[in-house]
């Protein structure tokens, strides 16, 4: 525990003042979402936006009790904050409580948790302890299996519950590994894949065929033929062909419906106004009718009417949008870019591995989260339902992202004390 006299001495008052910035403006267009003419009463704690400000009280109260924390707290048990993470998600398949098709949810009475908004926290701790100890500068294939290892046990975990869009999140932390030293092949590779998955999916299986017969020609050109290169780039064709046919298998037989159905929406392969392709073309109607200036504090007609489901939760950013119109959403947008980038300018400036690794987490985490949060609202990715995090509705959410930006804010003045 600090001293008394020293309980705020360096914390980043920049950090803070934009987490309450973006807090709060959470808080009013929650309010404004469900806003009607009838019940209007801010501290009404049977309206989303009045537990909201709840989640606010506890969530201050918490950042305060992480601040005040010793930091070699949060270094000392972070392997074993992760085993109890992932043990949660463990447990929650025998006795979790299924919502919106996902078994995502510990049921206490009237309230909830959400262990996988948790584990985003836990496996960012145990990566950082895991580079700390053995103080990684360049990736072996030992080190880059186990850094691995750390991301995809509670993200097969997530997934197995259904809930796609929280397990896509620890993807994020390929971007920390590669800062850390990790080739750029990885980067490549995946970017790689994505291609290819998106080839698959938009082409006729023969103009597929015939592009990838190009490429691969092409590739074989300029490698000048030799023995070893042509054997390569005939392993590649052949696990090209073989990753179309389990891409295609997967959506149509694997992936619930409804996830498929949203995936083939997307990439315009189907058209389902009144179905699958609902939200998102209601969510671009509210964020449209915008326009420059927005229609005004709590007068967005679809959002009054509510035309757009999930509004407070998945599609807050189309309230934003409607009511404060495209300068509002602006300046919204540059507020949170400032967070991430003060996230990462305080991140440069740690003099452990620990403090920054756990440092740029935090920044990746929170840029995935708004790059699909709002890609999902324009209808540039599959609604996948997570969270827009400090302004979307819900408990779980706001407090794990308060814990997991204050465990750094706690880091980063400690920095002079914490050495390499």
């Not at 924390?69 to 904050?81: A, C, E, G, R, V």
């Not at 510990?106 to 985003?120: H, L, N, T, V, W």
């Not at 990885?186 to 938009?202: D, P, Q």
């Not at 999930?310 to 949170?336: P, R």
Request: charged share 15%; glycine share 6%.
């Amino acid at each position: 525990m600090r001293k008394a006299k020293n309980i705020f001495e360096n914390i980043d008052y920049l950090s803070v003042i934009l987490y309450l910035v973006l807090v709060f403006i959470g808080f009013f267009n929650i309010y404004a979402s469900e806003f009607n003419d009838d019940a209007n009463e801010i501290f009404n704690l049977s309206k989303r936006h009045g537990k909201q400000l709840l989640f606010i009280f506890i969530s201050s109260l918490i950042a305060f009790f992480l601040i005040i924390i010793d930091w070699k707290f949060f270094f000392s048990l972070s392997f074993l904050i992760y085993a109890l993470s992932i043990s949660s998600l463990i447990l929650i398949l025998f006795v979790g409580k299924i919502t919106n098709g996902s078994l995502s949810w510990f049921d206490f009475g009237s309230f909830r948790i959400q262990p996988s908004e948790f584990a985003k926290f836990a496996t960012s701790l145990a990566l950082a302890r895991y580079i700390n100890l053995f103080s990684i500068k360049k990736f072996n294939f030992s080190k880059t299996i186990l850094c691995f290892g750390l991301v995809l046990i509670p993200l097969l975990l997530i997934t197995i519950q259904n809930d796609t869009g929280t397990a896509l999140v620890f993807l994020s932390f390929v971007l920390v590994l590669y800062r850390e030293g990790l080739t750029e092949n990885v980067l490549i590779f995946g970017l790689s894949i994505f291609l290819l998955t998106i080839m698959c999916l938009i082409l006729d299986f023969f103009v597929f065929l015939i592009i990838l017969f190009f490429i691969v020609s092409v590739i074989f050109y300029f490698l000048k033929k030799k023995k070893k290169n042509i054997i390569n780039i005939l392993v590649l064709f052949v696990f090209c062909i073989a990753y179309s046919y389990s891409v295609s298998y997967i959506v149509k037989n694997i992936l619930p419906k409804h996830q498929s159905d949203r995936i083939m929406v997307v990439l315009g392969q189907k058209k389902d106004p009144y179905g699958i392709g609902y939200n998102v073309i209601q969510s671009k109607i509210a964020i449209g009718s915008g326009g420059l200036i927005g229609k005004g504090f709590l007068k967005g007609t679809q959002t009054r009417f509510d035309f757009v489901p999930e509004q407070s939760t998945d599609f807050i950013f189309c309230t934003i949008g409607e009511e404060w119109g495209f300068s509002g959403a602006l300046i919204f947008i540059s507020l949170y870019l400032a967070l991430l980038l003060r996230i990462l300018f305080l991140s440069e400036r740690q003099r452990s591995n620990f403090s920054r690794v756990y440092g740029y987490s935090v920044a990746c985490i929170l840029f995935v989260h708004f790059l699909i949060n709002i890609g999902m609202t324009i209808g540039l990715f599959p609604v996948v339902g997570i969270p827009l995090p400090f302004i979307s509705y819900g408990g779980s959410s706001l407090i794990s992202f308060t814990i997991l930006l204050f465990v750094f804010l706690n880091l980063d003045s400690y920095r002079l004390q914490i050495l390499r």
